[in-house]
């Protein structure tokens, strides 16, 4: 497997698919480390992913948004296969996404055999649905002989010195000490059966607050705005409100301060 030099993680599904995806960077430079690891994602992933020191380059993909035409699409292929990537692999089982993958003209091209387009993969992998997801992931890399330790198995997020500091930057102008109890709410979810209801995280920030006198975090997007409003309009306690004013980068080094997560 040492002859693979230039490798490519094609990523762009949500945030949290984005994360579970990260032990497989990891993994990849331990088993190729004289490689050069690119990976595809989307603009949110970029951030996410911007200090990771296993990545040598982001290449961003707005499929959502500005580059969501065919021509857009194009464009990235092209740019892709200009890159002669002699290894990719594919998390992400969309059809756009093995589309993707072919056009890299790459020699190995490593995905599900439950993906769309199966047979653009010249190495495809079972998907267990027993397993973690995480784990799923990497026998994208365990299937070609990789040997995957349990503690390579942990997602993480790099962040860089100026994020921590702006988030403690919020924390203090919260008034929150060093010793607080602080526990984050994010009721937002882009699936609705993943939301709980307003009521229900009311009456849970009024508990947290009560009867344990934890400094409770709200947070989420701008566009989860009226669902934070709801809640705090039904809490008899208030949570630091933090929804919309916070980027990305700063969520994740906010919630790395926080005991607990709801």
Known sequence: MTKFKNILVVQTAFPGDIVLTTPLFRCLKKVFPKSRLSVVTTP????????????????????HGKERSSLSFMRLVWRLRRESFDLVFSPHRSFRTALMVYGTGASARVGFEDASLPFIYNWRVYRNPSIHEVERILSLLSSMGAEINDSDKFPYLDISADVWNGAKKIFDEAGISPNDTVIGI??????????????????????LIERYDARVLLLGSPSERDAGDKIISLTGQRPIDLIGKTTLRDLVAVIDRCSLLF
């Open 44 to 63: 949110q992933g970029c951030e996410l992913l911007k200090d990771a020191k296993e990545i040598n380059t982001l290449i961003p993909y707005d499929k």
């Open 186 to 207: 994010a009721p937002g979810s882009v699936w609705a059966t993943k939301r709980w209801t307003p009521e229900g995280y009311a009456a849970l920030i009024d508990t």
